[in-house]
């Protein structure tokens, strides 16, 4: 092959993506942003301009240092004839070329500082809110304030259909939970982070905030919005395969509303609390533990109970699901460490004693025994 | 590459065992260098070909070819494999060929252990590729290892762990080698300060190596006796903590990055003053701007820690020392733009890609300043703005300046010009398509899309059609670089000893190729730093 | 080319490097098979062990025949004094990554999870040191610095100056007391060693001070255990090195093999010192 028939097909596979990227590019929706959200508390904007100013600082440098190279490549080359001239170091102009980055970078980091303190005060909160990580949703209690006890799971709504393309992709897709995290508008929200498992991170950018929930200890983090209005976030450090489906919701209301939330979720919990020691039928359980495992085993089991081998084990004819029941309890509450199978503990007992009676009964699986809310809780003690 | 092999400088007790023996064996550094830049580059292919599945994945939102699962071990797999395979490898064959010419040594101190230093490397690259294929899949927890998700993996984990602890070795023997060859084999009258940058950046390199990847090692190991020998080094139950293993990793994987970018400052500092016809500006400088990027690399490691949530002191701490880098960076760029200002330029391939080495390298270091800035940081903090970042410094940095560096010195080795024609085209293809790739990846960290999802919200599809398409066409570019190669190394126009008329290193006083053993008697430096001309090549035949 | 006089000795091919590899692919693999307890793990690991020893008895027999001979020159000298002094530093930093990892449980996470935050979390956790960490309540006794880590200290620094006076007869050409300067570091070393493999019976049947124990007991036996391994390895370098005297070899001015040999064992000394005072008396 000569060069030139190389270079020609060269530039002609460019040409023939180019009008793939064009086509990228003249799609740009309004929904494609190339900045930073719209801060929604003082700390975001404070980061939004800060953002701004350091980037336009680089950008005059860019502009400065490379449009002195430019001019050189244009005027200084051997084809326009220039002769090389022979100069090797000029110790004033490196003082000076050491000095100025050195003084811009105390201009840039000045404003920083200030935001930084104000950032790491999470002093004197108005509502306190525990957030822990699970693989792969978040849990949320609320310790103090307007609000103290409420407590619950926030997992994606996202329908699988949609995330295997079985089905058009909604307007929120991956960024929509079950539960939204509620909160007031104008008062100190403290976060406190942690998690169950493997480290995530919560993060809502138009909030201002993102902290790494670390399994055993606990991070804070704090935001105080000034709009009211739905700000979303998602998970962000890597926590294995689900990583990219546990988003955050965060709605900031009216005080006022605010109240109205807090009456309705105590009740809602006084309504769905029930009685542990109440009696199942096998078909209720099975029937509340299909729910509960779509939502939180399948993940790794797979819906249709044969796992993913090598990786995660099938439960359809396992040993442990189709043997005594208290292995399998503990499996569940207790999972394995080291090992992806997490403790299931923050589960209510009920959950528990309906997904392992569905394992128990579900697929090839036929023990026809039931495991009731009271047996977990015995267990438990 | 390979025929450089010049049967008729060699004594004849002493010929190299043929075939495949030979490269087994070698105790040669040019040898040695040519099997460190084909690993590399087979490396290079093998990590590409993992960049261009988690492209096509993120072509379009839904799971479209890849499980969550193994896209993980897709992008794990691809940053361990360019970094430890890719990128790390190519300087080191760097050194090996370049750093005994350029200072008058007939071989490397350490000629056997240079050749275990290379043969190390297949098995860590097999531990890691064959990882794929057993129970549980490859490490599937980002190339930073971060546990407790690295606790749960299976024994593609532990694969990964050991493959660490070999290229660790291979890494140490190598740098004990390129130090030791610097400071003792250097040709009389070549002082320090008349080394060449490349071979200054390289020794500094080697020391920052030589302090941090033991320290690797140590941190893989505790997570090794973690996952299989119930020890609780970061596992809070047991008084540990998960954020001591991401100190002890970015104590070591702070000054990596610059262990990937001093060998390039290196290169490009070779290939500026070359095609300037002009020496370079600012000699003494530039040596104390490595040393102190050196220096400060180990005080700035926190930086990718900001959202760990340590105290005020130690982000405002660890945010000044980072900021601070960029002086010695600036004396850098600023050096090499007075070193072209007034010169009389060319533009063959190299300078051509050590031209963009500048240009987008400093685009990368900004976005590096960007990411400095806490408040900043809080908001982009395992985006794919920090994607887009380091492959700014990685590829149109590191890899640009390995380009750089074959094309000037490939007529060196081989003896023959390459085709100059195609050597710009594949700079213009990959200037082109590296920018359509990971420029838009600002954007979309900016927007809020996290880094390591298989999956993304609608909002973010339009650039990331945009970022896969520039990828695939960088990808292809790169095969046209393997045939450059192919066909410099088959034949061409015969190359002249000088090659380019103003370069002024040792390594040019030789033939081209160079005979088997470099310098046997050492030659006579007679120049000071800036006026390299007057070399007396005292090379015998 | 085996040149005289003043030239650099470059080796001619050998096939001792890629024999090492060889053997570290079958023992990495074998570890890895290993440690998940897949059986073939164990005969992997076995023959690389082997093909490493082979290699090792090969290398360095090659190396000490070639300075018997005469190869090496002042300049290579001091090439491997170079090489083996930043080996040496890779060496501490191998170690200072461990007591980083000690200093941080002990100074930083172990005071977090005790404080009054973590409440939330650990409700009966007070922090401080010796501790198995907040979630292992499993009960031990920590080990004392008086007993044996005291008389072991006195061993090791004993041992250092013999190796010293060995290297000060080398240096005098009075062999027998090389001989048993050499005889004595050994001898001490192993003592070491014996020593230590005492104090861990002790701490696991009557301490019940494990690898498990937490934060504790993890950095006591890393610390111990890779020490502890350094001095095994020491101790077979210097009875290496004690064959070549008995076999002659080693001149008063050449001979970088002791020397070497003796910085390696003054560095194990050092790091001892390191892990009295931080491990056992702090
Ligand atoms: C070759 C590799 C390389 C290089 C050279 C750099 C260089 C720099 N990097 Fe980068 N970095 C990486 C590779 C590299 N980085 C990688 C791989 C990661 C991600 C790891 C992971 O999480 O997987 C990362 C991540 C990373 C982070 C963490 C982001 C996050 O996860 O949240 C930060 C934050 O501070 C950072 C900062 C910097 C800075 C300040 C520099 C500076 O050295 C840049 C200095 C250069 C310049 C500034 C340009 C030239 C200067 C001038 C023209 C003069 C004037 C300029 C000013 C006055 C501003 N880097
Ligand atoms: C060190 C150097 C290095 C280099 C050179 C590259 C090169 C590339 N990288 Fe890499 N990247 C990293 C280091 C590097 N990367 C690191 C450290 C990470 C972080 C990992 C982590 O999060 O843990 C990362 C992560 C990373 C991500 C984020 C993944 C995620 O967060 O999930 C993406 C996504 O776009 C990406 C893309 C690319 C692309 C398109 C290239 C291209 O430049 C590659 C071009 C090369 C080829 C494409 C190969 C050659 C072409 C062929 C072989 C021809 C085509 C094939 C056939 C005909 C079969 N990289
Ligand atoms: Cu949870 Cu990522
Ligand atoms: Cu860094």
Redesign the interface.
Request: charged residues 15%; contains cysteine; hydrophobic residues 45%.
């Given at each position: 092959?000569s060069?030139?028939v190389?270079?020609i097909l060269?530039?002609i596979?460019?040409f023939i993506?180019y009008p793939?990227?064009a086509a990228?590019?003249s799609?740009?929706?309004e929904?494609?942003?190339?900045?930073?959200?719209e801060p929604a508390t003082k700390?975001?904007t404070?980061?939004y301009d800060?953002?701004m100013f350091?980037?336009y600082v680089?950008v005059v440098?860019?502009i400065g240092?490379?449009g002195?190279?430019l001019y050189?490549?244009v005027k200084?080359?051997?084809?326009v004839g220039?002769?090389?001239?022979?100069?090797?170091?000029?110790t004033t102009?490196?003082i000076i070329?050491?000095t100025i980055?050195?003084i811009i970078?105390i201009a840039?980091?000045y404003p920083?500082?200030q935001?930084?303190?104000a950032?790491?005060d999470t002093s004197t909160p108005d509502i306190t809110i525990?957030a822990t990580g699970y693989q792969w949703l978040w849990g949320y209690d609320y310790l103090t304030g307007e609000g103290e006890g409420i407590s619950f799971y926030s997992k994606m709504s996202t329908p699988r259909e949609?995330?295997?393309?079985e089905a058009p992709?909604g307007?929120?897709?991956?960024?929509e939970v079950d539960n939204n995290v509620v909160v007031p508008v104008g008062k100190k929200i403290r976060i406190?982070?942690?998690a169950n498992?493997?480290?995530h991170?919560w993060?809502v950018?138009a909030l201002?905030?993102?902290?790494?929930a670390?399994?055993?200890?606990?991070?804070?983090?704090w935001f105080k919005a000034e709009k009211t209005g739905i700000y979303r976030?998602?998970?962000?450090?890597?926590?294995?395969?689900?990583?990219?489906?546990m988003p955050i919701v965060v709605e900031v209301v009216e005080p006022e509303k605010y109240s109205q939330w807090v009456v309705a979720q105590n009740k809602k919990s006084e309504e769905t609390a029930v009685d542990v020691n109440k009696e199942f039928t096998m078909d209720e359980l099975k029937a509340q533990g299909e729910k509960v495992y779509a939502g939180t085993c399948a993940a790794c089991h797979q819906v249709t109970g044969k796992g993913?081998?090598?990786?995660f084990p099938g439960l359809d004819g396992s040993k442990i699901t189709n043997g005594p029941k208290a292995e399998h309890i503990k499996m569940v509450v207790n999972g394995k460490a080291?090992?992806?199978m997490a403790a299931f503990k923050h589960l209510s007992d009920v959950d528990i004693a309906a997904v392992v009676t569905y394992e128990r009964n579900a697929w090839g699986n036929t023990m026809g025994d039931v495991v009731q809310p009271s047996e977990i809780k015995e267990f438990r003690n | 590459m390979a025929a450089i092999h010049h049967p008729g400088h060699e004594h004849e007790h002493h010929g190299p065992p043929s075939g495949i023996m030979r490269w087994l064996t070698t105790t040669n550094h040019k040898d040695i260098g040519t099997l460190y830049l084909w690993f590399s580059f087979i490396m290079f292919l093998t990590g590409g070909v993992m960049a261009l599945t988690i492209r096509s994945e993120l072509f379009q939102p839904g799971l479209q070819i890849v499980e969550p699962e193994f896209f993980n071990q897709l992008t794990t797999l691809h940053g361990l494999i360019m970094v430890f395979g890719g990128i790390m490898p190519a300087f080191v064959g760097f050194a090996n060929w370049q750093i005994p010419m350029m200072i008058g040594a007939p071989d490397m101190a350490f000629a056997r252990m240079n050749n275990w230093s290379f043969w190390l490397l297949p098995p860590a690259a097999l531990l890691l590729i064959t990882s794929f294929l057993v129970p549980g899949g490859a490490a599937a927890a980002g190339w930073t290892l971060y546990p407790p998700l690295s606790t749960q993996m299976g024994m593609g984990m532990d694969m990964t762990i050991f493959a660490v602890h070999i290229l660790g070795a291979s890494s140490i023997m190598g740098s004990i080698n390129i130090v030791t060859t610097i400071l003792n084999m250097r040709a009389p009258g070549m002082t320090m300060m008349k080394m060449p940058l490349f071979v200054w950046t390289w020794l500094i390199t080697a020391y920052l190596l030589l302090a941090v990847m033991p320290v690797l090692a140590g941190a893989v190991t505790m997570l090794l006796t973690d996952r299989q020998f119930g020890t609780n080094f970061f596992n809070a139950a047991g008084g540990g903590d998960p954020v001591m293993f991401q100190h002890i990793f970015w104590f070591f994987g702070h000054p990596e990055v610059y262990i990937m970018i001093l060998p390039a400052f290196g290169i490009v500092s070779q290939v500026i003053p070359t095609f300037a016809r002009k020496p370079l500006f600012g000699y003494s400088s530039m040596v104390y701007a490595t040393a102190s990027i050196a220096i400060l690399s180990f005080i700035v490691w926190a930086h990718h820690m900001f959202t760990v949530g340590m105290p005020v002191t130690a982000q405002l701490f660890f945010m000044y020392a980072t900021m601070l880098i960029a002086v010695p960076t600036a004396v850098k760029v600023f050096n090499w733009t007075a070193t072209m200002w007034r010169g009389s330029m060319t533009f063959e391939a190299p300078m051509l890609f050590a031209i963009g080495f500048i240009f987008l390298f400093t685009i990368g270091g900004f976005s590096g300043i960007v990411l400095a800035v806490v408040p900043v940081d809080i908001v982009l903090q395992d985006t794919y703005y920090v994607v887009a970042h380091f492959h700014y410094v990685l590829v149109s940095g590191s890899l640009f300046a390995i380009f750089a560096g074959t094309y000037y010195w490939l007529p060196k080795w081989t003896g023959n010009m390459y085709d100059e024609t195609l050597a710009k085209t594949h700079f213009w293809l990959s200037m082109i398509f590296f920018n359509v790739t990971f420029f838009v990846q600002h954007f979309l960290g900016l927007a809020g899309m996290p880094r390591r999802v298989p999956d993304y919200a609608l909002q973010f599809a339009d650039f990331n059609m945009i970022s896969s398409i520039g990828a695939f066409g960088f990808g292809f570019s790169q095969l046209l670089f393997l045939y450059v190669i192919l066909k410099c190394i088959r034949g061409g126009a015969k190359a002249t000893d000088q090659v380019w008329d103003s370069a002024d290193t040792l390594e040019w006083t030789l033939p081209s190729p160079p005979p088997y053993h470099s310098f046997e008697t050492p030659p006579q430096v007679s120049f000071d730093e800036y006026h390299v001309k007057n070399v007396q090549n005292v090379h015998s035949k | 080319m085996s040149q005289e006089g003043n030239h650099y000795y470059i080796p001619a091919p050998s096939i001792w490097p890629i024999t090492g590899s060889i053997a570290l692919f079958f023992m990495t693999f074998g570890a890895a098979f290993t440690v998940n307890k897949i059986p073939v793990g164990y005969g992997l690991l076995a023959i690389g062990f082997a093909i490493l020893v082979y290699m090792l008895f090969g290398w360095f027999g090659t190396v000490s025949r070639e300075s018997e001979e005469g190869k090496f020159n002042k300049q290579v000298d001091s090439s491997f004094r170079w090489g083996m002094s930043w080996f040496i530093f890779t060496e501490v930093m191998f170690f200072a990554g461990f007591f980083g990892a000690l200093y941080y449980m002990r100074i930083l996470s172990v005071p977090w999870l005790g404080d009054l935050e973590h409440k939330l979390l650990w409700p009966d956790f007070a922090g401080g040191w010796p501790t198995s960490g907040p979630g292992i309540t499993d009960k031990f006794t920590p080990m004392g610095a008086w007993g044996l880590p005291a008389f072991n200290t006195a061993l090791l620094l004993s041992s250092g100056v013999t190796v010293t006076w060995a290297h000060w007869a080398l240096k005098l050409n009075k062999r027998s007391q090389l001989k048993w300067g050499l005889f004595f570091t050994i001898l001490l070393g192993t003592l070491f060693i014996g020593c230590q493999a005492y104090e861990y019976v002790h701490a696991y049947s009557e301490l019940n001070l494990k690898f498990t124990t937490g934060a504790y007991g993890a950095s006591f036996y890393m610390l111990t255990g890779f020490h502890g391994f350094h001095v095994t390895l020491g101790a077979i370098m210097l009875t290496v090195i004690y064959f070549r005297v008995l076999a002659g070899h080693f001149k008063p001015e050449h001979h970088f093999g002791f020397e070497g040999v003796s910085w390696y064992w003054h560095f194990v000394d050092v790091v001892w010192l390191g892990l009295f005072v931080f491990v056992y008396l702090l």
């Open positions: 092959m060069s030139k190389a270079v060269a530039w596979s460019t993506l793939g990227i990228g590019a799609k740009l929706s929904l494609s942003k190339i900045n930073l959200p700390i975001a404070e980061m800060l953002h350091v980037m680089c440098i860019f240092v490379f002195i190279m050189s490549v200084h080359r051997k084809s220039y002769k090389a001239a022979n100069f090797h170091h000029s102009v490196e070329w050491t980055p050195f970078l840039l980091g920083a500082t935001t930084v303190i950032m790491k525990k949609q995330i295997r393309n992709k307007e929120n897709y991956l960024l406190l982070m942690t498992d493997v480290i991170a993060s950018q201002g905030v993102k902290q790494d670390i399994p055993g200890f606990i991070r804070d983090a976030g998602a998970c962000s450090e890597l926590c294995g395969k689900e990583h990219a489906f993913i081998p090598g990786t080291g090992t992806a | - | -």
